[in-house]
């Protein structure tokens, strides 16, 4: 007689969010390394204000998850101290631009103690910063503030555009022996993937970008917040013809170079795409990297989607502002360059 | 009596009130505790000239005088060295010695110094090599030790900004159960600074074993005192977080030394944070780059040179019989052979490979800053082929 054992359904993924992804990636780190802590302003009881830290004081205790004076400077400065007696602090700053006080830390310490100590004190902290528009946050919840971080030297600089990555870039940022600028694009907080919290993890390298989408006809260069844009704006366009290739850069320091140009040799190609502003902004860094590399292979310029070179507008403004499928498309349209146009 | 009680129902009743209402203090109102504790005392604390220098430990007071005369030749040597073009700058602590050497001598080996710029003295009294104390000043790199090795953090240019890392680091000594004090200076100047107020306020809420040392010598480069704060001492700053303020003379090294003692023994003992103001004087200019008779006048000066921290000490110990013309004698001689080394050494050209600029950026080399050393590589290959 044989005993019929019902084949236990297959419990269905749940769909896990950004935020619920960068909690686990925390939580995960906590447990495994001792030295690992978090800090900022409402990161403990309240569990942060988008709850990514949701849990972590309770768990850790508040020696692990602290709540800290509300002084961003302030923040940023005892981690370093606490990183130069062997700790790993992971730093929240509430909002992009409440980051600002404590760029002095970032910039003149934070960034340079690893070179001014000839490598005998690195600063292994990551410094996240909430970034980004599109949720109609008010004055000073919304700028894109990538272009100032990536200027500094000694500052790594990244910026995950889905839950997966989230996990796995939070990760290793938190394993980085350098600091990390971390960039949460909050209007993709509560974006969904079948990604489990009990699914089985991976910690992504620092410093490779990804392809999101592979095409022939023109690369979208992108990172964060505007790689849900171009993925929509590339099947928008394949109605028109146009064979989009997206790539997600995830770091833009170090950047990947080789990702970027292979594509766009392939492509000729190229279009970068985000939030920040056009003018000094991460888009002619990328567009010049490219044109250096890529000049003999391109058939248009390269050319540039941002947000305009305006102070980030009030919300109910705000969307004439972002970059979105329409611009995107509007530029690919302009890719088909002719010498004289 | 009876017309304070009708003032003060006056003025708790205001007119038109219901008659029976009594206003009451917000919820989370909750009584003040008397700050008087916190407060400084009116007069900078001093032990010279009085009878607690029969109980002071005679080996601490000639200690302490070796190491004011050691450390006035080396302010004296490296200003020469500027002058020789050795230095790209000093920032001179003649006159300011008692503070900087009390400071040093007051931690423990396992205790954390957070200097500012001007205090590579405290760092040599640490027993930092003076060569490796200036190699930021002479401008071969920007920090010529191992911090951890020394437990001196590097000299801090930007104003204040090491203080909060003062407090991050012996919060994260407690946290690991060691009972280690950090030591954190900082000029009257930097006070002024918002990194000051965030490290303070931190610290007090935290509880967290830091002593803050203020040398307050008069001038941020020209700017006086009195344009800097409006606070009755730099030291009743303290109040306004919760920690008790300490003035002390800051020329009066075994009144420095005992303030910081005390302090930092308070801070190891888990009492937390002290805020200690020492009164000083900067002799020389800010830097050789300064011409210091534009904002002060001789006769100042002079009268600061009547309460040098050396004259003060060595005439206390003369007249106690506990210094003779031998331990004077040894004491320069002990200056001298420093200063004589210090010359040497510094004369020596410092050997410098530019392939160190891309060395330490990264734990890693990002491909960018590979292309940029194999570019450098080449060019210095270029260069020696020529």
Redesign the interface.
């Known amino acids: 007689m044989t005993t019929q054992v019902a084949a236990k359904p297959a419990k269905p993924a749940k769909p896990a969010t950004m935020a619920q992804a960068l909690q686990r990636a925390m939580r995960d780190a906590m447990a495994e390394d001792p030295t690992v802590h978090v800090m900022g302003e409402d990161v403990g009881t309240l569990g942060g204000v988008f709850r990514v830290t949701d849990g972590l004081a309770k768990e850790f205790g508040e020696d692990r998850c602290t709540d800290t004076p509300l002084a961003e400077a302030g923040i940023l400065g005892t981690a370093v101290g606490m990183a130069m007696y062997g700790l790993r602090p992971v730093v929240e700053m509430q909002f992009d631009a409440f980051a600002y006080p404590a760029f002095e830390q970032l910039i003149s310490h934070v960034s340079r103690m690893r070179n001014r100590t000839r490598g005998a004190m690195p600063m292994p902290m990551v410094i996240r910063v909430p970034y980004g528009g599109g949720i109609g946050g008010v004055e000073h919840h919304s700028d894109s503030s990538e272009a100032y971080y990536m200027a500094t030297p000694g500052l790594h600089v990244v910026t995950p555009a889905t839950v997966e990555d989230a996990y796995g870039l939070l990760r290793a940022a938190i394993a980085s022996d350098d600091p990390v600028v971390f960039l949460e694009p909050k209007r993709l907080y509560w974006s969904k993937s079948d990604w489990s919290p009990e699914a089985p993890t991976q910690v992504e390298p620092i410093g490779k970008a990804v392809v999101r989408r592979r095409g022939t006809s023109a690369t979208l260069i992108t990172y964060g917040p505007s790689v849900p844009v171009c993925l929509e704006a590339a099947e928008a366009a394949q109605a028109e013809g146009w064979d989009l290739e997206v790539i997600d850069l995830r770091s833009l320091v170090p950047f990947d170079d080789e990702t970027v140009s292979a594509s766009v040799r392939r492509t000729g190609r190229a279009v970068v795409v985000h939030e920040s502003t056009g003018f000094g902004g991460p888009g002619g860094e990328i567009a010049a990297r490219v044109t250096e590399r890529c000049f003999h292979h391109l058939e248009a310029p390269v050319l540039r989607v941002a947000g305009f070179d305006i102070p980030y507008p009030p919300p109910m403004l705000e969307r004439h502002h972002l970059p979105g499928v329409d611009r995107v498309l509007d530029a690919v349209a302009r890719l088909q360059w002719e010498v004289g146009s | 009596m009876d017309s304070l009680q009708q003032r003060s129902s006056t003025v708790q009743e205001p007119p038109g009130a219901t008659p029976g209402y009594r206003p009451t203090p917000p919820p989370a109102w909750k009584p003040r505790t008397d700050p008087a504790p916190l407060l400084p005392d009116a007069e900078p604390f001093r032990v010279l000239g009085t009878d607690a220098v029969a109980a002071a430990d005679p080996e601490l007071l000639r200690r302490l005088y070796a190491e004011l005369v050691r450390g006035r030749r080396y302010n004296a040597q490296a200003t020469a060295l500027t002058k020789q073009g050795r230095l790209a700058v000093y920032p001179s602590t003649t006159g300011q010695e008692a503070c900087e050497v009390a400071a040093a001598l007051a931690l423990e080996d396992r205790d954390w110094l957070f200097p500012s710029y001007r205090d590579t003295l405290a760092a040599v009294v640490r027993g930092l090599d003076p060569v490796q104390a200036l190699t930021l000043l002479r401008g071969d790199?920007?920090?010529g030790y191992?911090?951890?090795?020394h437990r001196i953090?590097?000299l801090s240019?930007?104003l204040a900004?090491q203080?909060?890392?003062?407090?991050?680091?012996?919060?994260?000594?407690r946290?690991?159960g060691d009972d280690v004090v950090?030591l954190a200076m900082v000029g009257d100047g930097g006070t002024s600074e918002?990194?000051f107020h965030?490290?303070l306020?931190?610290a007090a809420?935290w509880q967290a074993p830091v002593v803050f040392l203020v040398q307050n010598n008069g001038f941020a480069i020209s700017v006086p005192l009195a344009k800097q704060t409006a606070a009755p001492s730099l030291a009743h700053k303290a109040v306004g977080y919760g920690m008790p303020g300490r003035l002390v003379d800051g020329n009066d090294a075994v009144a420095v030394h005992q303030v910081l003692t005390e302090a930092v023994a308070r801070a190891r003992r888990g009492g937390g944070p002290t805020l200690i103001e020492a009164i000083t004087y900067r002799i020389e200019a800010h830097t050789n780059a300064d011409d210091a008779t534009r904002y002060r006048g001789d006769s100042e000066v002079e009268a600061w040179r009547a309460h040098d921290p050396i004259l003060l000490l060595e005439r206390e110990l003369t007249e106690r019989g506990m210094l003779d013309e031998d331990g004077k004698r040894a004491a320069a001689e002990a200056a001298e052979t420093m200063a004589a080394a210090l010359r040497e050494r510094m004369n020596a050209e410092p050997v410098l490979d530019p392939m160190?600029l891309f060395?330490?950026?990264?734990?890693e080399q990002?491909?960018?800053l590979r292309e940029q050393a194999a570019q450098l590589r080449a060019e210095l290959d270029a260069e020696s082929e020529a």
Do not use: C, M, S
């Open positions: 790199w920007h920090t191992d911090p951890r090795e953090a590097p240019t930007p900004t203080l909060p890392h003062a407090v991050g680091l012996a919060h994260a000594a946290l690991k950090a918002g990194d965030e490290a306020n931190f809420v160190d060395a330490h950026v990264y734990a990002t491909t960018q």
